[in-house]
Structures are given as C-alpha cells and as structure tokens.
C-alpha cells in the first residue's frame, strides 16, 4: 500500500511563502496524479492541486495565482509552493493520489498524517 509523507508546515506570517513537500512510496510513482488537499478547523477537507503523471496542473481557485504544484518523478515527490499566504490557508495539508481530473477530493490511496500550515501575524 502506497504511503504518504507530508512536511514543510509551519507558522507564518500573512503575505509570507511556505514550501510544502510530500514523499510517496512505491515504484510506480510517475503514472500516477498527484493532489494537494487541506482541511482546516471544523471544515471539510478540500481540494487545492493536483498534476498529472506528464506535469499539467489544475488549481482550485481560491488558490490560483498564488500556490504552484510541481513534482520530481526521479524523488517520488510532489511539491506546494505557497505565495501571498493568507490567514483563510490555515489548515493541515495532505497529499495523495488524485482520480480523475475533477477539482475535488477524489483519492486513491490512504491519508497521512498531514503537515500544519498556519497563517497568523
């Protein structure tokens, strides 16, 4: 069963940038979408990016123009640049395999345990 690594969180300021990581295991890594998900106090976990095992990317929109998901297939890692953070970006970040091509939370794999991302001043 494939698993998920998250890390990068922390306490920042609003305005500020993070970079998110997340290691996945298994030898099949690079066929596979890969999303970024959050969920944030009392809410349902929500979609946030994901890219395609060829590298195109699909945003939700409250973050578009200001969060960039890449990956490195060789590493087995896909990554959440975090621009022009906002106190709404508050949430612990998950990763995992993305099905399909919707802009929701639509996975393949089992949760970890997440990275804390908090936007404060």
């Known amino acids: 069963q494939v698993q998920f690594v998250e890390s990068g969180g922390g306490l920042v300021q609003p305005g500020g940038s993070l970079r998110l990581s997340c290691v996945a295991s298994g030898s099949i890594f690079s066929i596979y979408s890969m999303g970024w998900y959050r969920q944030a106090p009392g809410k349902q976990r929500e979609f946030v990016a994901f890219?395609?095992?060829?590298?195109?990317?699909n945003y939700a929109d409250s973050v578009k123009g200001r969060f960039t998901i890449s990956r490195d297939n060789a590493k087995n890692t896909v990554y959440l640049q975090m621009n022009s953070l906002k106190p709404e970006d508050t949430a612990v970040y998950y990763c995992?395999?993305?099905?399909?091509?919707?802009?929701?939370?639509?996975?393949?794999?089992?949760w970890g345990q997440g990275t804390q991302v908090t936007v404060s001043s």
């Open positions: 890219i395609t095992g060829g590298g195109t990317a």
């Open positions: 995992n395999r993305h099905r399909g091509y919707a802009l929701r939370v639509e996975i393949l794999g089992s």
